[in-house]
């Protein structure tokens, strides 16, 4: 591509390889996306890892930085939480450097049964007094105070004594204490997001893509993670499998609007879905059918009705599922794998998905230039001349990648992804 | 040889389970055999696991109700049974990383397979591991990661032990989902799998020569 063309032309030819991708055509070149970072930028930069939460700006600086450097085709998402809203929000869940972990440790997410065994009618009940007055208290701190007071049911704040009810509930000290939390919260938030609008804008300028802004889950996913842990959700479905579906039920519509909504908010129309508990090992075939699949199926078509390219990350290994995934609409979606059969996967997937991701993190980490090349190339054999294809780390570029593994990345696209 | 006992536990029935251990103490049968009878099942549904029969659900699930029928049964059992184990297992997430589930099934399956384990928890420093083979003489070390962060921590642990001149001591084993055989190589790992089903075979295979 020349320099001399305008960017927002730059930007458009830079998306067409990803939506040629997409679309299971032959791009111009294969196509170098890393789909989200946490910390390769910044480290790379000699940022320590406590500054990359805390130093929004110089998070974005790093991130542009690197996205030149490297030669990569869009800017990827990125995926570590501003630390200081944490901070104010006394996050339990969130574990970050600089916070209760070393400054050059990345942060880390705390799985727990937030949500007990018992607890399921009262959540499917009345879900926002529910997440309120018990769940964002075990989450952070701050919100300690919603699971302390007695709140006084929805319907008596709209009465006509509503500046009573309102009265008592605000006029509480602890309460003026959570409103200075999240005012606090909100400045850096929005601090936040002016830098990332800025840094939108100055990538626009250079004619960069932004691979994606918003991010929803699948319904198992949300409760296994989110809300029961492991443990919780797996004993579910022997325990109490009917307020399970109920509860996935109740999320489906939800996970949904979460993503077309941010669509609809940012205008881009990449919505990145992690996946995680339907990999192989977790689930058996038949839990997999029952339990997994059907949320991940309605949160994918009904995105694509909605004219969102969903970006699922396949994390773990998904060969074992490719019978499901080979049901899905082809040449919609931006399938981002892990590790897989390769083989297998182009049997039964390679008209309907993009193969995007597979160079594994052990060879980004701990092979040299010349073998990650040759693995990208093995990859571009594979797949290279049906399209479909889009380079990136397994689990996208990890903090540990060497940066000569990381520009040879870009190496064997130049060199064996073009015809 | 199944019982009804292991046949409920098997089927992931617990109230059944439950219901014929009561069954079974209130026929005065002795509860040391009833245990007997549910580790069994445990046994089976570890080698179901190893073999892609069931998946964690099943695991973890059938961890539960042995949890259940033991707190019916321990208080009755009053001889020290000094059950034999097929060996000690030292086991820990490595420094700088957190995360715990993938080695808690690891911990589960293990001890559900008569292992003696003991979990020194996350972001276990190098010392810590150090200390624990000198207090628990085990066979196998067992080090967890699931970032790729850990490849380094793991590196770093295994150094440590060698340079207090234990690492002739224990055969280590890493896993994790990054984990391949590449970055056994780079860690100088004696062995290395993904799943709770590679540990099991990995520290068999290790006690078993250890004993023969």
């Known amino acids: ?419 | 040889m199944t019982t009804p006992l292991t046949d409920a536990v098997l089927a992931m029935d617990e109230a059944g389970a439950l219901q014929i251990v009561k069954d079974r103490l209130d026929a005065g049968e002795a509860p040391e055999a009833v245990l007997d009878d549910a580790k069994g099942a445990m046994t089976i549904l570890g080698d179901r696991f190893a073999c892609e029969e069931v998946f964690i659900p099943e695991l973890i699930m059938g961890g539960e109700i042995m949890k259940g029928i033991a707190t019916e049964l321990k208080p009755r059992i009053t001889a020290d049974a000094s059950a034999e184990t097929r060996g000690t297992v030292v086991i820990g997430t490595v420094h700088g990383d957190i995360h715990d589930i993938g080695k808690d099934v690891v911990c589960m399956m293990l001890e559900v397979s008569g292992y003696e384990v003991h979990d020194l928890g996350i972001d276990v420093p190098v010392e810590k591991f150090v200390a624990a083979i000198d207090e628990f003489r085990p066979e196998v070390v067992g080090l967890s990661g699931l970032l790729t962060l850990a490849f380094d921590a793991m590196k770093d642990t295994i150094e440590g032990i060698a340079a207090a001149g234990k690492r002739d001591q224990v055969k280590v084993m890493i896993g994790g989902s990054p984990v391949d055989e590449q970055v056994c190589i780079y860690t100088a790992a004696d062995g290395w799998g993904r799943d709770a089903a590679a540990a099991l075979r990995l520290a068999a295979e290790w006690t078993a020569s250890a004993a023969g």
Request: hydrophobic share 45%.
């Open chain 1, 1 to 419: 591509m020349s320099t001399d063309i305008q960017p927002g032309e730059l930007a458009a030819q830079r998306l067409k390889l990803f939506e040629d991708a997409v679309a299971l055509r032959k791009p111009e070149r294969v196509p170098l996306m890393p789909l989200a970072l946490q910390y390769f930028h910044t480290r790379v930069a000699g940022v320590s890892d406590k500054d990359a939460g805390y130093d929004a700006q110089l998070n974005f600086s790093c991130l542009r930085d690197a996205t030149t450097r490297f030669g990569w085709d869009w800017v990827p998402g990125m995926a570590v939480p501003p630390s200081r809203s944490l901070e104010a929000l006394g996050s339990k869940q969130i574990r970050w450097p600089g916070g209760d972990l070393p400054d050059d440790v990345q942060f880390q997410w705390v799985e727990g049964e937030y949500l007990k065994a018992d607890e399921y009618d009262a959540l499917l009940a009345d879900p926002t007094r529910f997440t309120l007055h018990t769940l964002w208290p075990r989450l952070a701190s701050a919100f300690g105070v919603l699971g302390e007071l007695p709140l006084p049911p929805a319907w008596w704040m709209n009465t006509m004594y509503m500046p009573l009810a309102w009265g008592a509930l605000l006029g509480q000290p602890k309460m003026t204490a959570l409103f200075e939390a999240l005012a606090e919260m909100s400045r850096d938030a929005g601090a936040f997001m002016a830098a990332f609008g800025r840094f939108m804008g100055e990538m626009a300028g250079m004619g960069y893509p932004v691979a994606f802004v918003g991010v929803t889950k699948v319904p198992f996913d949300i409760v296994s993670d989110d809300y029961r842990g492991l443990r919780g959700s797996t004993t579910d479905l022997f325990r109490q499998p009917d307020k399970l579906h109920a509860l996935m039920g109740m999320l489906t519509p939800m996970a949904i609007g979460q993503g077309i909504g941010a669509f609809k908010g940012s205008g881009n129309p990449r919505v990145f879905i992690p996946l995680h508990r339907g990999a192989a090992g977790f689930l058996s075939d038949e839990q997999f059918a029952t339990y997994y699949w059907p949320g991940l199926k309605a949160v994918i078509y009904a995105l694509i009705e909605a004219g969102v390219t969903p970006c699922p990350f396949f994390e773990g290994d998904y060969t074992p599922r490719l019978k499901y995934l080979a049901e899905l609409p082809p040449g919609k979606i931006a399938a981002h794998f892990d590790r897989m059969d390769r083989a297998k996967f182009k049997e039964a997937c390679g008209d309907v998905l993009t193969y995007w991701g597979d160079v594994p993190g052990s060879l980004m980490v701990t092979g040299t230039p010349a073998e990650v090349k040759d693995y990208v190339k093995r990859l571009i054999d594979d797949f290279g001349d049906t399209g479909g294809l889009i380079i990136d780390g397994a689990n996208s570029i990890t903090e540990e990648a060497k940066p000569e593994n990381v520009m040879a990345l870009r190496e064997a696209v130049d060199e064996y992804g073009v015809d």
